[in-house]
C-alpha cells in the first residue's frame, strides 16, 4: 500500500494555482453587484479562509471560483484552464474531476452505505476507485468501521467526514467548504477543522473554506476578508482574535 507522501500533491503540482480570479465581477439579474472585479489566486497545498458580514460576496465568490455559476465579467481558472472558455458539457466535467465540495448540511444520499457514498463522485464519472487512495482517505477520516452503515447511523461529525472522504475521493484540484462545521458542536467543529488541516498538510490538498466563525479562519494559512463584494485584507495566518477585530470593525465602518 502507497503512503500519503507518496500520493504527493493532488494533480496540481505543475500549475502555479490551484483556482485564479481575475477581474471578476458578478451582476445578477435585478443590478445588484455581489462581486466588484476581484482577482485572487489560491496556491495548491494551501488552506484558504474566506470571511466577511452577511452580504459580502462569500457565496457567490465560492459558486463563481468553483465554476457552478458564470461571472458577468473577467475570467477564473482552475487548475490552469479557463474555465469560461469551456462548453457547459467539459466545464462539468472539470468540476466533477478537479473540483471537490463540502456542504454545511453534509449531503450524504440517505439511501446509500458511507463506502457508497465517499465513492459516488467516481461512479458516476464512470471510474474505478484506486483501492490504496481510498483506503488511506477513510484512515485518514477516521471512518474504517463505518463503511457499511448508512449516513443516518452516523453523527454530525462522522457524517461531515464522510461528505470530506467522498470531496477528496477524486483527488480535486480544489476542495470548497461551505460552512463546514456550522452545523457541528464546538468540540466537533473543531475535529472536522484538524482534519482539513491534516489534508493541507499532509496530503497536499487545496482547500477554501467560507466561515463565519474566527476560531475555524483561524485555522487557514491565509483568510480574505470581504465587504461589499471586494476582498478588502489578506491576513497570513490569522488569529481569531485579529480575525474577530477585523471583521467587527467592518461591520461598524
Ligand atoms: N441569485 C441571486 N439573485 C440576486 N441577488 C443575489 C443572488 N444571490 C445573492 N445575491 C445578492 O448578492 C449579494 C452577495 O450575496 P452572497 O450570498 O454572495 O453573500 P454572502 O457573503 O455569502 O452572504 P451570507 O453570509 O449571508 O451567506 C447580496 O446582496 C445578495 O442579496
Known sequence: MRTAAEYGPPGTSRQAHAVALENVTKTYPGGVTALDDVSLAVRPGTFTAVMGPSGSGKSTLMHCAAGLDAPTEGTVHIDGTAISRLSETHRTELRRDRVGFVFQSYNLVPSLSIADNITLPLRLAGKRPDHDWLRLL?????????????????????????????????RPAVVFADEPTGALDLRTAREVLGLLRDLVAGLGQTVVMVTHDPAAASRSDRALVMADGRVVDTLESPTAAELAHRITTLETE
Open 138 to 170: 477513510v484512515e485518514r477520516v477516521g471512518l474504517e468501521g463505518r463503511l457499511t452503515h448508512r449516513p443516518a447511523e452516523l453523527s454530525g461529525g462522522q457524517q461531515q467526514r464522510a461528505a470530506i472522504a467522498r470531496a477528496l475521493v477524486s
